[in-house]
């Protein structure tokens, strides 16, 4: 089963967690806590595998490229808001695998 980079970053002024997957055009989620938002990326991964799945769809390819693009977009945002560029990274699993 692959695991997939998100980009996980923290609102500041209200304290929720932002959570993108660059592999996956349209992926973000949120919660009211790290773990929250870990627990709602992982879920979302893996509806999006199964509603991409039945168009023919898969994740794209996971390029340093993609990545850093995710990244300059997240810390582009943080910059426009004023915020610290702190940002995390990681791997994480989807529920179900992917074709």
Excluded: C
């Excluded at 991409?52 to 977009?73: K, M, R």
């Amino acid at each position: 089963m692959s695991s997939f980079t998100i980009v996980l970053s923290k609102n500041p002024d209200i304290g929720r967690y932002s959570v993108t997957v660059p592999a996956m055009p349209g992926a973000i989620t949120e919660g009211d806590s790290r773990d929250q938002a870990l627990r709602a990326v992982a879920e979302l991964m893996t509806l999006w595998i199964e509603v991409s799945a039945e168009h023919g769809e898969h994740p794209l390819d996971e390029t340093p490229e993609l990545i850093a693009a995710q990244i300059a977009s997240v810390i582009q945002d943080r910059d426009a808001e004023g915020w610290e560029r702190t940002i995390e990274t990681m791997s994480v699993r989807p529920a179900v695998p992917v074709a």
